[in-house]
């Protein structure tokens, strides 16, 4: 991690890893609010590749798509391969950014999709924060 954008890195982990809290103790607390858990873990996602961009010497695109991220990601990477790894959980992870987020159409999230969605966003936290290399 370049010195000069460290204090900034570790400041993004320290919200993601916020978010990513919330939803792991929610989703053991509450048997409801299904929705709000997988937006955390979305949310945690986008901080943790913003986080690995801006480790690079970067700076993040504002926006909340974690594919497009997670390719930004990739192209600034070493060792590309690992960070595409994430692929899946970013794209499924995706699916719950906008149409839970609004009114929409979508069926109810279910305990079993919260439940993957903290599933997948800790896989990527661990991904992340092992190339950053604070885990």
Avoid at 7 to 26: C, P, R
Avoid at 27 to 34: A, M, T
Wanted: positive net charge; hydrophobic residues 35%.
């Amino acid at each position: 991690m370049k010195n000069d954008y460290k204090q900034i890195t570790l400041e993004w982990l320290e919200k993601a890893d916020s978010d990513l809290n919330f939803a792991k103790a929610s989703l053991k607390e509450f048997d409801d609010f299904y929705s709000q858990i997988c937006i955390l873990c979305h949310d945690a996602v986008e901080k943790y590749l913003k986080a690995y961009i801006i480790s690079k010497g970067a700076k993040p695109k504002r926006i909340h798509d974690l594919v497009t991220l997670l390719k930004e990601c990739i192209k600034l990477s070493k060792y590309p391969e690992r960070l595409k790894t994430c692929e899946e959980d970013c794209r499924i992870l995706n699916f719950y950014y906008t149409p839970l987020k609004y009114p929409s159409h979508y069926p109810k999230v279910t305990r079993e999709q919260a439940k993957e969605a903290v599933e997948r966003a800790i896989q990527v936290s661990e991904v992340i924060k092992k190339e950053i290399g604070v885990c």
